[in-house]
């Protein structure tokens, strides 16, 4: 897969997990007015768990394809992408490694 094809799989995914956020926004405010019961709005944040999964995924890889090679640029870069670290720290190589041996661990025993 080439860049481009990445960004543009990335923009599509991007602009439906928008409006994603945005239906489920509008209708946490109908749950607020009393038009519908909480219940189904946490029915709906738990189908929407693994898309938004996924999501911050795509957006882990994007930020680590587009990281800087020179270490001098590193702070920078990270600086202007606090929000995607703050998301997507669970997505750390370190993080993803103790979480799939963990699982593993879990298994053999």
């Not at 543009?8 to 945005?22: A, D, G, P, R, T």
């Not at 693994?50 to 990281?67: E, G």
């Amino acid at each position: 897969m080439a860049r481009k094809d990445f960004d543009e799989y990335f923009y599509k995914i991007s602009k439906q997990f928008n409006e994603l956020n945005n239906a489920l926004q509008e209708l946490s405010e109908e749950v607020n007015s009393g038009m519908y019961e909480p219940e189904r709005l946490e029915q709906l944040k738990a189908t929407i768990a693994p898309v938004k999964s996924s999501f911050d995924t795509l957006n882990y890889i994007r930020y680590l394809l587009d990281k800087p090679t020179r270490k001098s640029k590193h702070a920078r870069y990270n600086g202007q992408n606090k929000k995607v670290i703050e998301r997507t720290k669970y997505l750390s190589m370190e993080e993803v490694v103790k979480n799939n041996q963990t699982v593993i661990n879990s298994i053999k025993r």
